[in-house]
């Protein structure tokens, strides 16, 4: 008999979403682990789908603005989780073409940049292009500890990194 590789241990109560309007400012912070991991695992809404594969497209880079509107954005996809202080940044394919592979939000610093084929990505970035170039993703997520490819669909798939 095949047995499951992973154990689940269901708590009372456990399968409650937690909500925006349940939770306050300060309640962010006390989050557990597992209950921030559930809501990261959320399906994206089609408009950050949206917004985030925008990022190869027009004056973005140069337009200060436009970049906090979409970390704003960013901020507000899972409210509960302060994504700001957690996620390191974005990667995706870049279509601008030869010699550009992929571009980058890079939260930290609120930059918006392309890159030519072999440059390395900055600040942990690095470790999404592969997955970014040849997974089929919209965009991926990028936090210390993993990887969340985002499919056009929204559909998040958790790749572990070291």
Not at 87 to 107: A, R
């Amino acid at each position: 008999m095949p047995r499951p590789m992973i154990h689940r241990q269901e708590q009372a109560g456990s399968n409650q979403r937690l909500s925006s309007t349940s939770l306050t400012d300060k309640s962010r912070t006390n989050l557990s682990q597992l209950e921030q991991e559930r809501l990261l695992r959320h399906k994206r809404s089609a408009e950050y789908v949206r917004l985030l594969q925008g990022l190869d497209s027009g004056g973005h880079v140069q337009n200060r603005q436009t970049v906090e509107k979409i970390i704003q954005a960013i901020a507000q996809e899972i409210p509960e989780v302060n994504l700001p202080d957690i996620l390191l940044g974005v990667v995706s394919v870049c279509y601008l073409g030869h010699p550009y592979e992929v571009h980058t939000l890079d939260l930290t610093g609120g930059i918006i940049e392309h890159y030519k084929l072999g440059e390395t990505l900055p600040g942990g970035l690095e470790k999404a292009r592969s997955l970014a170039l040849h997974g089929g993703y919209a965009f991926i997520e990028v936090y210390a500890d993993c990887c969340r490819a985002v499919d056009e669909a929204g559909n998040v798939s958790v790749v572990h990194t070291s």
